[in-house]
Each structure stands twice: as C-alpha cells, then as structure tokens.
C-alpha cells in the first residue's frame, strides 16, 4: 500500500498509510466550503496522487483545513474508522496531525 505526506508547510509534515491518507483528504473534502479546494483534494485522492501542500492553497481554505481537523478529525475517526488492534495507534497518529496545525499556523 501507498504511504500518503501531507506538508502543512516546509519543514512540519504528516505521512500515513494510503488509506488513512485518503480518508483523512475524505474528512476534509465533505466539510470544506472552498469547493475548488474539495475538488483538488477530491482529484488527490481519485488518481493516488499521494501528497497535498496544504502551504501552496488559498489561506482562507488552510484555516478552513486546519478548524475542521482541530475540531473534528480525531472524534470522526474514533466514530467511523474500524476497531481493530491498530485503532488506538491510528487515532494518535491522527491526533500528531491535528498537533502538527499549531505548529504550522502562520506567524
């Protein structure tokens, strides 16, 4: 399986597995009001492209990412990912994104 990077900007990024790769670009594509960006996100995911520079968008839409992985991404995945022997792992390694955004907050 493909890994997935997401860069929030140089030098503070997040890889996964491609499915939580994946699922994590779904999380966000349902819930983003920039549409263009859900669809680039959305192109991301259909051709496993493997990678989103969440620096290189618009800033409204990397606020917009951020407020929504910050207020919802580790709860979503507890509700929808499997249980499995992975999933307290998973969700950390979820949480370690949502810790990477306060990082990569502009100056």
């Known amino acids: ?39 680039q996100l959305q192109e991301v995911v259909d051709n496993n492209l493997g990678s989103v520079w969440v620096h290189e968008l618009p800033p409204s839409a990397q606020t917009e990412i951020f407020d929504h992985w910050r207020r919802g991404l580790v ?22 994104l949502v810790d990477a955004t306060y990082a990569a907050d502009p100056d």
């Open 75 to 96: 709860e979503a995945g507890e509700e929808d990912l499997p249980e499995n022997d992975h999933k307290t792992d998973v969700l950390r390694h979820l949480q370690n």
């Open 1 to 39: 399986m493909m890994a997935g990077l997401i860069v929030l900007k140089p030098g503070v990024d997040w890889s996964a597995t491609g499915g939580l790769f994946d699922w994590t670009l779904e999380f966000l594509i349902a819930r983003l009001s920039d549409r263009q960006v859900a669809d």
